[in-house]
């Protein structure tokens, strides 16, 4: 599985955007990425997912760069409620479609 | 929809007892998956099934570990017989058709085997 690599942690204030980088440089053509995040004692969520374009839905933005070897997830105004685990994840379309999490990265949100 | 429903949420159990965690998938999703969750090695995929079939187990950990899924609408996950490094918190997650990417995670079974 091609391998994706986040900051451990990061803060950010609510109200303000935040930024989350992934870098994914062993990403092949059929790769999809997708964002999940943890909430407390709660399962992962879906958050987006993309290909090459950008996207955005309710929840968030997904920037991928040209060249895919990496994205950033924007949360355009984050909430207190958004503190989580954000888990950056490459899934192929070929094969196996199974979701390998890494480590993720901890986002902390300061009132 | 209910979402992905596992039961028990709560399990405590002695070392060398049988533990069998239970998920049912939402409706109409055909991908079911096993994930244990510990503070030490995060997130790891154990076990996944296409269309009630399992199609990777390179993450069972052991033979005391096995999964089944004799229907589209029912997992278990039996542990047999448990040793307290198993405690973890054991989450079930599903996801529709080919081309459907979304996958739905329960609320997860916290084992504590003592």
């Known amino acids: 599985d091609a391998k994706t690599t986040q900051p451990n942690s990061m803060e950010s204030n609510e109200e303000e955007p935040v930024h989350l980088p992934c870098n994914h440089s062993?990403?092949?053509?059929?790769?999809?990425i997708h964002w999940y995040r943890q909430l407390p004692s709660q399962g992962p969520e879906y958050v987006i997912h993309?290909?090459?374009s950008n996207v955005n839905n309710r929840m968030a933005s997904l920037a991928i760069a040209e060249d895919r070897k990496s994205s950033t997830l924007i949360l355009h105004r984050a909430t207190l409620r958004d503190a989580a685990v954000y888990y950056c994840i490459l899934r192929g379309i070929q094969g196996a479609q199974k979701l390998v999490f890494g480590q993720g990265t901890r986002l902390t949100i300061n009132p | 929809d209910a979402g992905v429903i596992q039961s028990p949420r709560h399990e405590v159990t002695e070392m060398g007892q049988e533990v069998t965690l239970r998920c049912k998938p939402i409706?109409?999703?055909?991908?079911l998956f096993w994930y244990r969750q510990t503070m030490m090695r995060g997130l790891e995929l154990l076990i996944y099934?296409?269309?009630?079939?399992?199609?990777?187990d390179s993450g069972m950990p052991e033979d005391r570990f096995s999964a089944k899924m004799p229907n589209a609408s029912f997992s278990t996950l039996k542990i047999q017989p448990s040793e307290p490094r198993d405690s973890a918190v054991y989450f079930c997650?599903?996801?529709?058709?080919?081309?459907?990417?979304?996958?739905?995670f329960g609320q997860g079974t916290r084992l504590t085997v003592v």
């Open positions: 062993t990403i092949s053509g059929t790769d999809y």
């Open positions: 099934f296409n269309n009630n079939v399992p199609i990777d």
């Open positions: 997650a599903s996801r529709g058709l080919r081309g459907r990417h979304e996958a739905f």
């Open positions: 409706s109409g999703h055909n991908s």
């Open positions: 993309g290909l090459t």
